[in-house]
């Protein structure tokens, strides 16, 4: 049946956008954004930009003021290839969590599209930026534009001194290990030297007040404690250096002993850029879901209360099915669980569960379930979680057989891959733990830290794989970025495969195997 509408509350009535229809759009959207779902937002700043500032954008890696990479322009011209042979489209938006929180909105977007981005980015991911616990831990919103302001100027400055050669090998380097330049946990503060004097005399007294002479008569080993002797210095060498540390970047820049200046102050600009960009690695389908929870909430919201037409929200509701399209297993576009998919469908299936609840939502979810509170639900959700503990805690038996989840084991000796676990009341658990774990960024991501490196000898640097379920390095990936270490340290690196739950060591490779 065909909607009445009122022509003169429509906020616009054609594809066609200026600047004076933004303002009305964004007043409508924020009214409602800010009124019922009572989000809380940085301050926003519009801007829009053509398709190829777009495609510049995020070919390096969606930062408006990014210091110039010969990878940058390698993936534009990959990029505007395939868009202009229409293999590929592009984004309608891109947004900035910063303070104030800058949106990108493309020229070519018709009117009806640049309401859904604003609803989508102004409001939608700013909020979770502004919010979520990860970005509040890690992030610096109100100072991330002035640093790579600073940062594109002072690595333009040392291509002027010291040669673009020069400033890409260091690049270069830095950017192959950049995934294993951040700190994953808070890291206690160091000790003052007062503290550590303090430290000492406690320490001191107590050797006083508890030594016996009676350990002077033991007799000594063979080696007359030659040996641990070593091992004592090996802990103290360790203890000065803060080892083990799970930041190569860190560690490169604060104690190679072949970097100049210039070069440790380019490895601090990548892995600042590196912990920028660490929550959003961990909070892809929350990010994208809480987004399109709104840009859906709000745009629905407008055509109900007689603010936008039908062909409008038909436009609207058309690139929403795209985005949150999700291929079957056996589809040839098959890639993986869209995280737009899961996330807006988790999002949607928390406020069923609050406001319509089945008698097994009950079972699963007694604190939520019937309760109505879906937008406080949704607001503590989006602020305290990550996907793998959203997912552990949210996805609902409902939401598995809707996907058709299933576990398989695959098992590295055997021919063949097991259904492990399926989509029934046994399998719900496992599957939902499962699914959990590969959003696991210490699961996904390879774990390898600086274990041990003797300043005073043939500085031999030392890193450490701990392998998690049997999975090693891809051999040529490995020795590439071993390569790349040896390149900032200046010396030997060797790594170490150790088996994460056993200790056992499973393999052995160093830049002397390999060659430069």
Request: charged share 30%; net charge negative.
């Amino acid at each position: 049946m065909k909607k009445s509408e009122s022509t003169s509350d429509l906020l616009f009535r054609s594809s066609d956008w200026n600047f004076e229809k933004l303002s009305d759009v964004y007043a409508a959207i924020s009214e409602i954004a800010l009124g019922d779902l009572k989000l809380d937002i940085y301050p926003n700043q519009l801007e829009i930009i053509s398709w190829e500032q777009m495609l510049d954008a995020y070919s390096s890696i969606g930062m408006p003021l990014m210091y110039q990479h010969w990878s940058f322009g390698k993936r534009f011209v990959f990029e505007e290839h395939l868009y202009r042979k229409g293999h590929r489209g592009l984004a309608y938006e891109l947004v900035i969590n910063s303070n104030p929180c800058i949106s990108y909105l493309m020229e070519e977007n018709t009117m009806a599209m640049q309401a859904l981005v604003i609803a989508h980015a102004a409001f939608g991911h700013n909020h979770f930026f502004k919010n979520n616990y990860m970005f509040r831990r890690w992030t610096e919103a109100a100072s991330i534009l002035s640093y790579m302001d600073f940062a594109k100027k002072y690595i333009a400055r040392c291509e002027e001194r010291h040669g673009t050669a020069a400033v890409e090998r260091i690049l270069d380097s830095a950017h192959a290990l950049m995934d294993q330049g951040v700190f994953r946990y808070r890291r206690a503060p160091r000790l003052s030297s007062e503290k550590e004097r303090e430290r000492a005399r406690e320490r001191l007294e107590y050797e006083e007040q508890t030594y016996s002479d009676l350990w002077r008569t033991l007799p000594k080993k063979k080696d007359d404690g030659r040996e641990d002797e070593r091992e004592r210095e090996a802990r103290e060498r360790k203890r000065a250096l803060h080892l083990p540390e799970e930041n190569l970047l860190y560690f490169l820049e604060k104690t190679s002993l072949i970097l100049e200046p210039w070069q440790r102050e380019l490895l601090r600009i990548v892995r600042v850029i590196a912990q920028y960009f660490y929550p959003q690695r961990q909070t892809k389908v929350m990010n994208e879901g809480c987004a399109t929870f709104v840009h859906h909430t709000i745009m629905n919201r407008l055509y109900d209360d007689d603010k936008i037409s039908e062909g409008a929200m038909l436009e609207i509701l058309q690139s929403h099915s795209n985005v949150i399209f999700q291929p079957s297993f056996d589809d040839p576009r098959f890639s993986g669980i869209n995280p737009y998919a899961l996330g807006f469908a988790m999002m949607k299936d928390i406020e069923r569960i609050c406001t319509e609840p089945t008698s097994e939502d009950r079972d699963w979810f007694p604190d939520i379930a019937g309760s109505g509170n879906w937008r406080e639900t949704l607001l503590d959700a989006w602020a305290n979680h990550r996907d793998e503990s959203f997912i552990l805690q949210y996805l609902s038996p409902a939401l598995i057989r809707h996907f058709r989840l299933f576990q398989l084991t695959d098992d590295a000796g055997e021919p063949y891959c097991e259904v492990a676990s399926i989509h029934n009341e046994r399998g719900y658990e496992a599957i939902r733990s499962a699914l959990a774990r590969s959003y696991d960024i210490g699961i996904i991501q390879p774990d390898v830290q600086v274990v041990d490196v003797d300043l005073l000898g043939d500085r031999h640097l030392k890193l450490q794989h701990g392998v998690k379920q049997g999975v090693v390095l891809d051999e040529s990936a490995r020795n590439a970025t071993l390569r790349h270490v040896r390149r900032l340290w200046g010396y030997d690196v060797s790594l170490e495969g150790v088996d994460a739950r056993s200790g056992e060591r499973l393999y052995e490779c160093s830049t002397k195997q390999i060659g430069e």
